[in-house]
């Protein structure tokens, strides 16, 4: 029933590759489609490689799009893999004709690059990057993170993909090509991913931190990202200086905490991205004032910090930096992130997450495009 085959054919263009996030239409996925007189459909599907482990949710969305069309009966997947050569053409395809190993993220790119930073560690940087980048995906566009920080990774872990024993799922390999896990919409890759143990220690100098973060950069497939954040680790050391080589086009955003003597620290994290570079595009204060039942605000780190960091920042550069926002202490995003539930989704109405999805909003509504180029952000495909 060709007629029939065609129409499963076009309800299969709906299914994600939930790794890639295309159509597995377009990934050349489907081996073939056949239905059978009495409406029985039998459907192909090649996966990339051998243990998949997006396999079940592919089978399980080809047969829900297969038995939604009118006078399917029923529905056989016949499950296979892909051979090394048609491996080779997805990849080149995925890359579109560029070379393996090149930076995805170059001057041409017209993807937002942020890189959060700190002067110093425990002012909460990581927490802010996975909300903020959650936050920014559920008003509908392309998001990854990059988890530059090698030494102190806690992305996968903030995020859920960590199992009971505190271990992140390893991500898919296509040949050379290393395809990121998802959680909440946000494409992420992290060193994590690549230990054996969530108490491994990774204890790399520069050169080995550098290759890392190249690799993360060239290997890894993120595919059209509406915006790219980088967790980079606290201070102004290797990592920081690598990103300022690799993406100069980066912008910064600084995360501070409200103590007057946290500005002179965070400061210098400014000052090191705009050496390479990068500019700062605005300051985050965390951890400022608890709210108390009566309404009124506890400031047990003091206040003024991220204001002065703000405006220290702006002292070196034409356009002011602003202090997006202050993310105030907040219980809910303190054991959201032990939880790996983010806050912006699990308690949106706490003030916390307020505040991170205020930064959202404000990074969400500028353009998509390289420097001069007015492009709107695209919505998720």
């Not at 110093?120 to 988890?147: C, F, M, P, Q």
Request: glycine share 12%; proline share 7%; net charge negative.
């Amino acid at each position: 029933m060709p007629e029939l085959a065609d129409a499963v054919g076009r309800a299969l263009a709906a299914v994600l590759d939930p790794e890639i996030r295309k159509p597995i239409t377009e990934l050349d996925m489907v081996g073939g489609v056949e239905v059978a007189p009495d409406g029985h459909a039998t459907v192909g599907i090649k996966l990339t490689i051998v243990g998949c482990p997006a396999a079940d949710a592919i089978e399980r969305d080809v047969r829900a799009a297969t038995t939604s069309v009118p006078g399917v009966t029923d529905v056989t997947v016949d499950v296979s893999v892909m051979t090394a050569a048609e491996r080779r053409a997805l990849t080149e395809r995925l890359r579109g004709g560029a070379a393996a190993r090149t930076a995805q993220f170059g001057p041409d790119s017209l993807t937002r690059v942020y890189a959060v930073t700190s002067g110093k560690g425990g002012v909460g940087k990581s927490t802010v990057t996975a909300n903020l980048a959650v936050a920014l995906a559920e008003r509908g566009l392309r998001v990854g993170i990059v988890d530059a920080d090698v030494h102190g990774f806690s992305i996968p872990g903030v995020l859920g993909m960590t199992d009971e024993n505190g271990v992140a799922p390893r991500p898919t390999r296509v040949d050379d090509m290393i395809l990121p896990p998802v959680a909440y919409g946000v494409k992420v890759v992290s060193i994590g991913m690549f230990v054996d143990s969530a108490s491994a220690a990774v204890a790399w100098r520069g050169p080995m931190l550098h290759r890392t973060i190249q690799q993360f950069l060239g290997d890894v497939f993120f595919g059209d990202l509406d915006i790219l954040l980088l967790d980079l680790p606290p201070g102004t050391g290797d990592v920081a200086i690598s990103v300022g080589q690799l993406l100069p086009q980066a912008e910064v955003l600084v995360v501070t905490t409200p103590q007057p003597a946290a500005a002179d620290v965070a400061e210098r994290s400014g000052v090191v991205a705009r050496q390479t570079g990068q500019k700062v595009v605005g300051v985050i204060e965390n951890m400022a004032g608890l709210v108390q039942p009566d309404g009124s605000i506890l400031d047990l780190f003091g206040s003024g910090g991220g204001a002065e960091v703000a405006r220290r920042l702006s002292a070196g550069q034409d356009d002011e930096v602003p202090l997006l926002a202050s993310v105030p202490l907040s219980i809910p995003l303190r054991a959201g992130g032990d939880a790996g539930a983010p806050i912006v989704v699990t308690d949106p109405g706490d003030p916390a997450a307020a505040a991170i999805r205020s930064v959202a909003e404000r990074l969400a509504t500028r353009a998509r495009g390289l420097a001069g180029r007015k492009l709107g952000l695209s919505p998720r495909s």
